[in-house]
């Protein structure tokens, strides 16, 4: 079974600092999806992120970036600029390539953004 | 309009309630999931639908059960609601088939509380 940890329970920048949230996961695939996903206050799940497995260049999304390492197992998300409407809860979320397609979900990083 | 709707938004029930969850949605989607949210473990997968027909037990189904009326409807039942039951409950959407990538769309949630 695949596993997800992200060990940053808590973190806290200041406004316009970059920061870097970080995820390890645990398969046997070769082929999978990972995902950071945004929960703001509001409690909405908004997708910021997709990297494909297959793929060796990092995904990019305007201001939000992943260092994805396929041998390591690791997937980090890095937050450039950062903004007052970045504070939310993000996970990290894995799903294989193909099957049931089921996400399996870190237990969150609780990102505070300051003014 | 939303695509994924779910209702109640919010609900507080006592210990031994049945409770049921709703989850509509328009997108016209085959694969529905019910996801549970709880403070330091992330989203946890509880039932998965790939058609009226195909029901399939998640990760935490033990004290769940789901009826899938119409394809674009999935309900979720606690039976007989206990404490530990409290929490953030989410309904997600994809399409098939599992030949590529499928976003699953979550709905807005619905805080459920057991006392």
């Known amino acids: 079974a695949q596993t997800v940890t992200q060990s940053q329970p808590e973190m806290s920048v200041q406004e316009a600092e970059t920061v870097t949230l970080s995820c390890t996961y645990d398969t046997s695939e070769s082929n999978y999806y990972l995902f950071w996903y945004k929960q703001p206050p509001s409690r909405q799940m908004i997708l910021v992120i997709r990297?494909?497995?297959?793929?060796?260049q990092n995904a990019t999304e305007n201001r939000f970036s992943v260092n994805f390492q396929k041998a390591a197992k690791s997937f980090s998300l890095k937050i450039s600029d950062s903004q007052l409407g970045d504070t939310a809860m993000y996970f990290c979320a894995f799903m294989n390539y193909k099957g049931a397609q089921k996400l399996v979900f870190g237990q969150g990083t609780r990102l505070t953004i300051n003014p | 309009d939303a695509d994924v709707t779910q209702t109640p938004r919010n609900r507080i029930t006592k210990t031994g309630k049945r409770i049921m969850l709703e989850c509509s949605q328009t997108k016209g989607h085959d694969r529905m999931y019910w996801y549970r949210q709880d403070p330091g473990l992330g989203l946890r997968l509880i039932y998965y639908?790939?058609?009226?027909?195909?029901?399939n037990k998640g990760e935490i189904s033990d004290g769940y059960s789901v009826s899938r009326q119409a394809q674009a409807k999935f309900s979720l039942s606690l039976e007989s609601a206990i404490p530990n039951q409290t929490a953030l409950y989410f309904c997600a959407t994809s399409t098939g088939p599992p030949s590529s990538y499928n976003e699953q769309f979550f709905g807005p949630g619905t805080r459920l509380t057991v006392l």
């Open positions: 990297q494909e497995a297959y793929k060796q």
């Open positions: 639908s790939f058609d009226v027909k195909d029901i």
